[in-house]
């Protein structure tokens, strides 16, 4: 597999970074096949310079850009925005969180009845709460019994 990725050139403690095209299996800073751009951190603003007619045709060819040069590409306007790993999980399963859980508020009604919006809201919140509390308790009370059980058998 083929990457797009950062090269690290320059001095101790004064990084500075070639974008390079290389196999994945190569060392960071080994063999590459092509140089695209470089990368500097250390000005500010961040110095970043890379062809993108290069780049657009590594990717046609199936190169695979690393989390950092994405951002880099993205910045000057080549890709968009990646996401990360982590993210599109958490995202995932915030989605899955919401579709589980019901709304606590409902929508927004005309305030000429202030106390039945009240009445309406008190047994939608109570219920949830509710719910959750009582499968811990079920649970609790088979694991007891399932504990007690060796210790007996343990003193006989």
Known sequence: MVKIRLSRVGRKKRPSYRVVVADARAPR???FIEIIGHYNP????????IDEEKVLEWIGKGAQPTERVSILLARLGILEKPTKKHTEKLAKKLAEEKAEKPTKKPAKKPKKEPAAELAEEKPAEEEPTAEPVEE??????????????????GKE
């Open 29 to 31: 800073d080994g063999a």
């Open 42 to 49: 250390l000005t500010d603003p961040a110095t970043i310079v």
């Open 136 to 153: 811990p308790a079920a649970e609790m009370a088979e694991e007891k019994p399932a504990e007690e059980e060796p210790t007996a058998k």
